[in-house]
């Protein structure tokens, strides 16, 4: 019956596309996992990356391992370990990292619970999120009744502490975030009902002793199948396969080709899809080991054929099953590597190496191992000596049908394995299965998330105070204005941003509490957009301009560098709120939303840092004075190998050009000046300012431009024109906070008396506030006075207080 198949598909491709609910994908052997996983590769919107266990597992996922994609250090990774052992990661990883939406572990029964962990590490570290698996959604494909993680004694002994299993769902990121089941029922590789409940009572260990001496019945003593009848032995071990085939091929008459495959750039021996050194003869047995993408379709992975010829160019195989002859050609495997593209800004799988060899291997034996995900018409079962849960199961599920099925030794019912621990987990899996109640709850749960996570402004808060307590800690190295524009940010930021989404927050959850989803109520979608205009707006036309304009002259190369870091930081979250908010205005959608979010990410430059001399400033040149105090200041420095800004700092050097001392008590006079430091420059400074002085009086020099009249004096004479705040800042095209910040400055002065500004009362409440309590931020000022107050207002009455001291 196909519609319960489809539904089960649907739901588990709705769960990947349209909820950030980690997924569960299980499912007997031949249900269909490896179509679904290539099904979402195409399909989904969402940023991903596939990730197998082993390097063969990979290849034939279309993925890269995990150790290649997280760098994960071999061995036990034993709790905590990872981020101290880990290698560094280069920015194009990071940013690949940074805009994963969703990542598919394929083969999850064979990943440690400890590699597991390793991924979340990588993952919250480098995404710089708290959430397991840094927020990332998991699709976990595999089936525990297969073959399981690979763990030694010795390893264990150091996981064992910290683990109860050592299986993936031990794992303690996994346990910290809730995660669905989904089981594909529908069995396409066997149609024998006989056969199916068979298998599902190995699989599941309730065979009965009835089944069991039906399933023993396919052991025939001293089997030995013509060389024409096409069947391949399963078993255990290499070994064992690696003599059956070596024996075989000694056996056949004739000459041995030998085909050497073609490997280009990176592509690691251990990921071989089968032997770079092909030893065929004319009547061997052999295996395709991959689909035909061809028209014709004329092999699968799995399908059993006979060598019958051997040219230059082609070997010929009769297929066993229809007698069909096929001439095989060499294929490509593609060895994958995940990168950005830097056009479409989307993850793409970039081929590092390809690995070029006819699709066969010899198939009179094969390891029970390596056939997993392989169908087979004929096999003769080996598995008397399993000695790995999952083994016995594996091995017979790969048949079609019990008549094609021979037992090289009858099946002893111990080797059939079981834990009790894979028992407990799969009736835990039976409970988590999802309804459609549950896709519809996920679905709000994620689109709220997202809708939260769009109107906080709670990071960019944290990255402007980093920026100011920067600002703060390395004063003497920055300019006086930095300080000052950095607060208006923050007083901006808190005012027009964070408060308002903070407003609007306290709205959604009466929208959320609707029937509808948020993406389908309209009262909803016509507050976000009305919220997306005006936030963009803020975030193109003030807040990006004001951090870009914020200066950050500085010679100590390291303090500049620590402020740039962070400039950039809290610049790129802007920028990103700013592209998701731009997203918004046409209305809120998931899908929509993340892809807003993640191609500013990756879109972002630092436009403020890009307008800036890059370095130092050590060679900044300016005219005038300031140029020709900074070119003697770095000769001197040239001449003694030592750093400019240790001689004399640009900003000592901005005071001097702009004071222009011309004793050696108003040097003294100057910060960054003492009595050793004038008795050993003085002279010197003193004669470049003289020289300059003469330059410009006699026309030696070209004449330089009047001096600007600094932006807050213009301010000023406005408003002892009479002109209002909002006058001004309308006139001039500048913002109120703007305008109050020259006026601030003026206060500082002693240029502007306050009382010019506040009426009494006012001044009355803040000061009395100030001397009672002796705050250490404005924003403690106007919390005392209940939110009656401006910073602008407290900022006024604050400077005129410090003038008075």
């Known amino acids: 019956m196909p519609a319960p198949v489809n539904e089960k598909l649907n739901l588990a491709h709705n769960f990947v596309l349209h909820t950030n609910r980690n997924v569960f994908l299980t499912g007997k052997a031949g249900t269909g996992k490896t179509t679904f996983l290539h099904q979402v590769k195409q399909l989904s919107a969402k940023r991903l990356a596939v990730v197998a266990p082993t390097g063969v597992a990979a290849i034939n996922a279309g993925g890269v391992t995990i150790h290649s994609l997280f760098q994960l250090p071999f061995g036990p990774l034993v709790p905590g370990t990872v981020q101290r052992e880990g290698r560094k990661f280069n920015r194009e990883k990071i940013n690949l990292l940074r805009t994963l939406d969703l990542l598919v572990i394929d ?31 998991l699709l976990l494909i595999g089936d525990m009744q297969q073959l399981p993680p690979v763990i030694r004694d010795e390893d264990w002994a150091l996981l064992s502490p910290h683990y109860q299993t050592g299986y993936f769902f031990g794992s303690k990121a996994l346990r910290q975030t809730p995660y669905v089941s989904i089981e594909l029922t529908h069995i396409y590789r066997q149609s024998d009902e006989r056969f199916i409940s068979l298998l599902n009572s190995i699989r599941e260990k309730t065979i009965t002793r009835a089944q069991l001496d039906d399933l023993n019945q396919r052991y025939v003593p001293d089997f030995s199948p013509g060389d024409d009848e096409g069947y391949i032995t399963l078993s255990t071990h290499n070994t064992t396969a690696q003599q059956i085939n070596s024996q075989k091929l000694q056996a056949l008459r004739g000459r041995r080709h030998t085909f050497t495959a073609t490997v280009e750039k990176e592509f690691p021996a251990n990921t071989y899809p089968t032997e770079a050194e092909l030893d065929l003869k004319v009547g061997a047995q052999v295996m395709f080991i991959k689909n035909d993408i061809s028209r014709e379709k004329l ?34 495997w593609e060895n994958i590597r995940y990168t950005l593209d830097p ?51 594996v091995a017979l599920s790969r048949c079609k049908t019990l008549n094609g099925l021979v037992l090289r030794t009858p099946i002893p019912s111990h080797s059939i394995k079981t834990e009790q621990t894979l028992e407990d987990f799969h009736e835990q899996v039976q409970q988590q299965t999802p ?55 923050a007083e901006l930021h808190g005012t027009k941003a964070r408060d308002v989404a903070r407003r609007f927050m306290q709205q959604l959850p009466a929208y959320f509490a609707h029937e509808q989803l948020p993406e389908d109520n309209e009262p909803l979608q016509q507050r976000i957009r009305k919220a997306g205009a005006y936030f963009k707006t803020l975030l193109s036309d003030e807040l990006l301009p004001l951090l870009r304009a914020c200066p950050t002259d ?40 993340l892809q807003a979010r993640n191609r500013a990410e990756l879109d972002f430059q630092p436009a403020r840092k890009q307008s800036e001399p890059s370095g130092s400033n050590e060679g900044a040149v300016k005219g005038g004075l300031y140029g020709a105090l900074m ?37 003294l006079a100057i910060k960054g000046f003492g009595k050793t430091k004038v008795k050993q420059l003085g002279q010197d400074i003193l004669r470049i300012i003289q020289e300059y002085g003469k330059r410009s009086s006699t026309g030696a020099a070209p004449k330089e431009k009047p001096p600007k009249v600094e932006s807050h004096l213009v301010t000023l004479s406005l408003f002892q024109a009479g002109r209002s705040i909002d006058e001004i800042a309308a006139e001039r095209g500048l913002s109120l906070s703007t305008v109050e910040s020259h006026l601030a400055r003026l206060v500082s002065a002693g240029e502007l008396p306050v009382e010019a500004l506040l009426p009494p009362d006012k001044i009355a409440a803040i000061r009395s506030f100030i001397e009672a309590n002796q705050p250490s931020t404005l924003n403690e000022v106007r919390l005392g006075l209940n939110n009656s107050m401006t910073y602008s207002e407290i900022r006024f009455v604050y400077n005129a207080m410090r003038t008075e001291d």
């Open 435 to 489: 309804t459609e109640q549950h896709l519809h709850d996920a679905k709000r749960t994620n689109q709220e998330y997202l809708l939260q996570e769009l109107f906080s402004f709670e990071q960019v808060h944290s990255l402007i105070y980093r920026c100011r307590r920067l600002a703060v800690q390395h004063h003497d190295s920055l300019p006086d204005e930095l300080h000052t524009a950095l607060e208006q940010l």
């Open 343 to 393: 056009t479409t800004k989307e993850i793409k799988g970039e081929v590092i190496g390809t690995f070029t060899q006819f699709p066969l291997k010899l198939a009179w034996a094969i390891t029970i191992h390596k056939s997993q995900g392989l169908t087979f018409e004929k096999a003769i079962i080996d598995a008397s000596a399993a000695f790995a849960h999952g083994q016995v199961y």
């Open 554 to 593: 500085c010679d100590n190369k390291q303090v500049r560098d620590l402020l740039l870091e962070a400039m950039d930081e809290l610049e790129k979250e802007l920028f990103s709120k700013r592209q998701s908010f731009e997203s918004s205005c046409s209305g809120f959608e998931a899908l929509a939303y």
């Open 107 to 137: 083969e999850i029964s064979m990943v440690r619970a400890d590699i597991l962990d390793g991924i979340d590490e990588v993952l919250r570290r480098y995404r710089n999120r708290p959430e397991p698996f840094g927020g990332v959604q």
């Open 299 to 332: 092999y699968y992975n799995g399908k059993i054929g006979r060598v019958t010829a051997v040219d230059d160019d082609f070997i010929y195989v009769r297929s066993q099953q229809d007698g069909d002859m096929i001439p095989v050609d060499r294929v490509t």
């Open 631 to 667: 070119k003697w200041r770095n000769d001197l420095a040239g001449e003694h190998d030592t750093s400019g800004y240790l001689v004399l700092s640009q900003k000592t050097i901005v005071e001097l050009a702009r004071t222009r001392p011309t004793t050696a008590a108003e040097l």
